[in-house]
């Protein structure tokens, strides 16, 4: 995998990032999403692929991505697929962190040290090139705006947004309305960005012990399942705006 073309998690990151006061949107479920936001990438790779609403590694091959390779490597040990809820809620210690420190490195953000209360040391992350947030944020906006069915990417991106909570975020008000509706409706349009969304939803709702019925295991490879609508995210608590704690 080529390193010119940014990942999925790098752009839900960017997605999330407020450009005004360089805090996170959505922080704790914006690290379930970039946990599935990983899958995604590695689906599009060529990687994995989903199994019912399991995920099995069908090509250990490195991609040349250092954080997504150790998903795969951690993928591959499991030794049969896994669910996606059970990877997607299992431990991420860092994992935005981690995004945050690469694309730092690549330039396209850079760290501010300030200090919360007056106190407690924290860094805020602000856009260095926002043409890049914007191309990211146009291609959500000709999706809804078109209705033109857009690439697995958009579509994927889409439906991790509207997992996360970004919906709001991104398209805010009663005027926002008809626009959050088509970002989540946009997940028809891509099969494993529909699994690995759910699967975000399902964690926040503490939901996991039962598998979700696919169309996979009833047939129509796939699309049936993707075709169901998504159910919102859990309602954000107070402070859905969060500072990223400096590491």
Do not use: F
Not at 117 to 123: A, E, M, Q, R, Y
Not at 176 to 196: E, T
Not at 212 to 232: I, K, M, V
């Amino acid at each position: 995998m080529g390193r010119s073309r940014r990942t999925l998690p790098e752009e839900l990151l960017l997605l999330a990032l407020d450009p005004a006061t360089g805090t996170t949107a959505q922080p704790q479920s914006l690290d379930l999403g970039l946990a599935g936001a990983q899958l995604v990438e590695l689906a599009l790779a060529g990687r994995i692929a989903p199994d019912g609403d399991r995920i099995a590694v069908v090509m250990p091959r490195p991609t040349g991505d250092p954080t997504l390779d150790s998903a795969l490597e951690l993928l591959r040990r499991r030794g049969s697929p896994v669910r996606a809820v059970h990877w997607i809620g299992g431990p991420r210690l860092g994992l935005r962190q981690t995004y945050l420190s690469h694309l730092e490195r690549c330039g396209m953000v850079h760290a501010v040290e300030s200090q919360m209360c007056g106190v407690l040391p924290t860094t805020r992350y602000q856009a260095t090139d926002t043409a890049i947030s914007r191309e990211i944020r146009a291609r959500l906006d000709s999706a809804i705006r078109t209705g033109v069915p857009p690439d697995p990417r958009t579509a994927a991106l889409a439906a991790l947004a509207h997992a996360v909570g970004l919906g709001k975020h991104l398209y805010p008000g009663n005027e926002g309305r008809s626009s959050r509706s088509r970002l989540r409706d946009l997940i028809r349009h891509d099969p494993m960005g529909g699994l690995v969304a759910h699967a975000v939803m399902d964690v926040q709702n503490g939901v996991g012990a039962q598998p979700r019925r696919t169309a996979a295991q009833g047939g129509n490879n796939g699309r049936q399942a993707a075709a169901a609508p998504l159910r919102s995210p859990s309602r954000p608590g107070p402070g859905s705006m969060a500072q990223v704690a400096a590491h």
